[in-house]
């Protein structure tokens, strides 16, 4: 006896509640994960490593906050076998209580004056578990607003994510901006750990509002008509392996954002060019004030124009403006590091960032979405979150190498070029046809063959 089928189209106002809890959600988990970067780049150096050496106690903190990055792909391959079984929602949740829990440990964690050597090592233990956190909450926040959303809307809706990983990326700016002007010793001393802290109250109201959320009529029907895959991975690297090379290639865009988040952070406020803490954070807040409008209007001209062209402004965009910005930052000027900043990352790094989520999901199937989006970009947003650690090494002894950092970024911004040129356009397939040629093509393959 067949069970029927559920209807696709999503209860009254769960699209715009599923894109606000998506932003919501977003934006408090990726408030944890950016007060790391910002703790990385100014305090950590100091607190868990040797002070004495500067340049390598540096190098080290920044390449703690790659260790998440790392971290990423391992989590992926759980919780995206996980989210295509059991659902959207509860992974969404999940992945929120375990970033709250172990961003609060961090703020508890004794300094390496304290421990010594063991300092820095629960610092990476905590890390590690951010990362697998970060792994399931934008796939899965994804997959969610993606199958909730009007089929003609898929871009506008599915932004939402990016611009709530924006709005996390602002408040924990906002957050650092009055910690950053602290007396030196206040700072090293307690100050870093009050945001860290404040995570918990993050997690509790991410908690309230996502419980709330129904699960998507297309996993929904799904499960109830074909059932899920045992093992999604097999069904995902068997159908769907090409899409998830290119979005492994096109996750690599992110290198922009952890350049830009973390080296040029620790660049502008360093000897050699001596601006502020609060002037380099203000940068970052008021790019990502201008994102917040940015990310929904480019994504709404994907709906329109297409998901690749869209991408392809801002990967190639991406590529040329980095060069301009460092440049900034290497002559001091401040008021060329605002232009530049709020346009490179404001702008036009948005255009990227906004479609990607809709770009990478219409990729594949409800039965493997999760998963195939989780692993993607996990492993991309791998070898990008260790971008930063390259361009500390790429920078020189004196850590002031800019042009061969914006060269460096450049290059990692081709193979995100390359994978937009040869995707398919999506943005007109109805939602429950997504990801079903290559499906269509193995049944068919398989037919044959018996």
Request: glycine share 10%.
């Amino acid at each position: 006896m067949s069970v029927p089928a559920v209807p696709l189209d999503a209860p009254p106002g769960q699209p715009r509640k599923a894109a606000m809890a998506a932003w919501i959600g977003s934006a408090l988990e990726y408030y944890d994960f950016f007060i790391y970067g910002s703790a990385a780049a100014l305090i950590f150096p100091k607190v868990f490593f040797d002070a004495s050496d500067p340049a390598t106690a540096t190098l080290l903190s920044l390449a703690t906050f790659g260790v998440a990055y790392a971290a990423r792909p391992v989590g992926a391959l759980f919780l995206g076998h996980f989210g295509d079984r059991v659902g959207r929602k509860k992974i969404m949740v999940f992945t929120l209580i375990l970033m709250g829990l172990s961003t609060f440990l961090i703020g508890c964690l004794p300094t390496r004056a304290q421990v010594g050597g063991l300092a820095p090592v629960l610092l990476v233990l905590c890390r590690v578990l951010q990362g697998i956190s970060a792994a399931g909450e934008q796939a899965s926040a994804n997959s969610m607003t993606l199958e909730h959303a009007p089929p003609h809307r898929r871009g506008f809706f599915t932004s939402f994510t990016l611009s709530g990983t924006q709005g996390g990326q602002l408040l924990a700016t906002l957050v650092f901006l009055p910690v950053a002007a602290l007396p030196e010793d206040q700072l090293l001393s307690w100050g870093w750990r009050v945001p860290f802290w404040a995570s918990v109250a993050v997690a509790v109201v991410g908690y309230v509002i996502r419980r709330t959320l129904q699960e998507t009529p297309a996993f929904t029907q799904q499960a109830a008509s074909e059932g899920v895959p045992d093992l999604p991975l097999l069904v995902l690297l068997r159908e769907h392996w090409a899409d998830v090379l290119r979005v492994v290639a096109g996750a690599l865009i992110a290198s922009v954002s952890t350049i830009f988040t973390v080296w040029a952070l620790a660049y502008g406020t360093s000897d050699s060019v001596g601006l502020s803490r609060t002037q380099m954070l203000w940068v970052g807040a008021l790019a990502n004030i201008v994102a917040l409008g940015a990310i929904p209007a480019w994504a709404t001209l994907s709906d329109r124009i297409g998901r690749r062209p869209v991408f392809l402004i801002g990967a190639a965009g991406s590529a040329v403006l980095m060069f301009a910005y460092l440049w900034a930052i290497s002559t001091g000027s401040y008021p060329l590091v605002l232009l530049f900043g709020i346009l490179a990352f404001g702008v036009v790094y948005s255009a990227a960032n906004g479609v990607w989520p809709s770009f990478y999901g219409e990729m594949f199937s409800t039965r493997v979405r999760l998963s195939g989006m989780a692993i993607g970009t996990q492993i991309g947003f791998a070898v990008a979150g260790f971008a930063v650690t390259f361009a500390a090494r790429i920078a020189g002894p004196g850590g002031d190498d800019w042009s061969s950092v914006a060269l460096f970024t450049a290059a990692l911004c081709i193979p995100p070029v390359l994978a937009a040129v040869t995707a398919r356009e999506t943005h007109t397939v109805p939602t429950e046809d997504l990801g079903e040629r290559s499906h269509q093509d193995a049944a068919k393959r398989e037919a044959v063959s018996a």
